[in-house]
């Protein structure tokens, strides 16, 4: 770790307390089966996850004004595969209960839970708050806490993204998440090169579910990861700082075919 994500990090071990005590007087999880972000890729054409991001570390606002109980169903209307929903409040701008605004406002997609996982107590707020799924980075963990994060989503009823960056932290594709992961973004400096998802690709196990994170502005871009194997795409920042979000992942969307139909 380094830079912006030591900084994320210490941040949010002092916040852990208050999420534990919050998690303690919860009185019980949400029963049911949840929507699968591993079977929707699976099933999918786009493979696009939608993501519902207001700010960045490194660049500020991008979306102050976005509404969670709006942008996400959009999202859900225009064709996107399952959402992410950035839950940091310190750094992204983000809350556990933007999903629950989701969930109210409709959105039956399975929703990745999208923040900086240290402990269980995290886990048992993605549950609460209507997730499907949760991220774990392997840049934040050692091997053996990122396992017993992963058995604990698992008992909870959670699906995992296992984030990597670097062929290092590839090892921790042996945990056997639900999904991987590979970051464009070095969390350290933020700089983002979408070339390492093509660099990391064959490294992964074949059966992996491939998802290509950060950094994918261009449907010929998407086209090109599906040929190199992922099946994920999860793209934020591109819709977010349109007018309409929502009517920007279904031109996005419409592009890639129209790419996908000139090429056969």
Same mark, same amino acid.
């Given at each position: 770790?380094?830079?912006?994500?030591q900084q994320i990090i210490a941040t949010k071990l002092q916040e852990l307390p208050a999420i534990r005590e919050t998690v303690?007087?919860?009185?019980?999880?949400?029963?049911?089966v949840k929507p699968s972000l591993r079977e929707a890729l699976l099933q999918s054409e786009t493979g696009i996850i939608a993501?519902?991001?207001?700010?960045?570390?490194?660049?500020?606002?991008?979306?102050? /004004?976005?509404?969670?109980?709006?942008?996400?169903?959009? =999202? $859900?209307?225009?064709?996107?595969?399952?959402?992410?929903?950035?839950?940091?409040?310190? =750094?992204?701008?983000?809350?556990?209960?933007?999903?629950? $605004?989701?969930?109210?406002?409709?959105?039956? *997609?399975?929703?990745?839970?999208?923040?900086? #996982?240290?402990?269980?107590?995290?886990? =048992?707020?993605?549950?609460?708050?209507?997730?499907?799924?949760?991220?774990?980075?392997?840049?934040? *963990?050692?091997?053996?806490?990122?396992?017993? *994060?992963?058995?604990?989503?698992?008992?909870?009823?959670?699906? #995992?993204?296992?984030?990597?960056?670097?062929?290092?932290?590839?090892? =921790?594709?042996?945990?056997?998440? /639900? *999904?991987?992961?590979?970051?464009?973004?070095?969390?350290?400096?933020?700089?983002? /090169? #979408?070339?390492?998802?093509?660099?990391?690709a064959e490294r992964l196990p074949k059966d992996a579910v491939k998802v290509s994170e950060s950094g994918i502005s261009n449907?010929?871009? #998407?086209?090109?990861?599906? $040929?190199?194997?992922?099946?994920? !795409?999860?793209?934020?920042?591109? !819709?977010?700082?349109?007018?309409?979000?929502?009517?920007?992942?279904?031109?996005?969307?419409?592009?890639?075919?129209?790419?996908?139909?000139?090429?056969?």
């Amino acid at each position: 770790m380094q830079d912006i994500l030591q900084q994320i990090i210490a941040t949010k071990l002092q916040e852990l307390p208050a999420i534990r005590e919050t998690v303690s007087v919860s009185g019980g999880f949400p029963a049911g089966v949840k929507p699968s972000l591993r079977e929707a890729l699976l099933q999918s054409e786009t493979g696009i996850i939608a993501e519902f991001k207001r700010r960045s570390p490194s660049k500020g606002w991008i979306k102050e /004004d976005g509404r969670a109980d709006i942008i996400p169903f959009a =999202y $859900q209307q225009n064709g996107a595969a399952a959402l992410s929903i950035l839950t940091d409040e310190h =750094y992204f701008g983000g809350c556990d209960d933007f999903i629950r $605004q989701a969930r109210l406002s409709g959105v039956t *997609l399975p929703i990745l839970y999208k923040n900086f #996982v240290i402990d269980e107590a995290q886990l =048992y707020a993605a549950t609460l708050c209507g997730a499907s799924a949760v991220l774990l980075i392997a840049a934040c *963990l050692s091997k053996p806490d990122c396992k017993r *994060l992963l058995d604990k989503a698992h008992a909870l009823g959670l699906e #995992v993204l296992l984030e990597m960056h670097s062929e290092a932290e590839l090892e =921790y594709a042996e945990l056997q998440p /639900d *999904l991987c992961g590979i970051n464009n973004r070095n969390l350290g400096s933020f700089v983002t /090169d #979408v070339e390492n998802s093509f660099r990391l690709a064959e490294r992964l196990p074949k059966d992996a579910v491939k998802v290509s994170e950060s950094g994918i502005s261009n449907p010929e871009t #998407v086209k090109a990861l599906r $040929q190199a194997g992922f099946r994920g !795409f999860l793209i934020g920042e591109n !819709f977010m700082r349109t007018a309409d979000p929502g009517l920007a992942l279904r031109e996005f969307i419409l592009a890639t075919d129209k790419r996908s139909n000139t090429t056969v």
